[in-house]
């Protein structure tokens, strides 16, 4: 093959209020708006461009696993145990409803938040930095 992949752009996050969900994700994750008209926002954040789409209904980025238990779509890393453990409090402050840090038996640590919409993100202690998760 000649050519490869080289990053991910752009993520699609489908939400019930653009005005609502640019303001949470700008207020609340630091995201910086770039774009906004009835239908969508365009937020940028850990660079890579998030398009908040108008959609019908209840729909979010989440899917079922085989287990029947609702899944997130996407990770975000921060450096290290240390940075999740703030990150984990700073979002807690911040009024984003977070669940507890995790030990999922791999390297590392996570926890899961979710936005307005309930689309539910993963943050983990990028394993690079992060030596002393034991």
């Known amino acids: 093959m000649k050519h490869k992949l080289e990053r991910v752009g752009t993520t699609y996050i489908p939400v019930t209020n ?16 770039s774009y906004k008209d009835e239908d969508k926002a365009i937020v940028n954040l850990a660079n890579q461009s998030f398009f908040l789409v108008q959609s019908n209904g209840q729909q979010t980025a989440n899917f079922i696993d085989i287990h029947g238990e609702e899944r997130f779509s996407l990770t975000f890393e921060v450096d ?20 507890e840090i ?33």
């Open 80 to 99: 290290g145990l240390d940075a999740l453990k703030a990150i984990h409090q700073d979002f807690r402050h911040a009024g984003i409803k977070v669940g």
């Open 18 to 33: 653009v005005e609502l969900s640019a303001e949470w994700y700008v207020n609340k994750l630091g995201g910086e708006l």
């Open 102 to 134: 995790e030990n999922r038996g791999h390297p590392g640590r996570n926890f899961v938040f979710q936005d307005l919409d309930g689309n539910q993100f993963d943050v983990w202690s990028k394993l690079a930095v992060d030596k002393k998760m034991e």
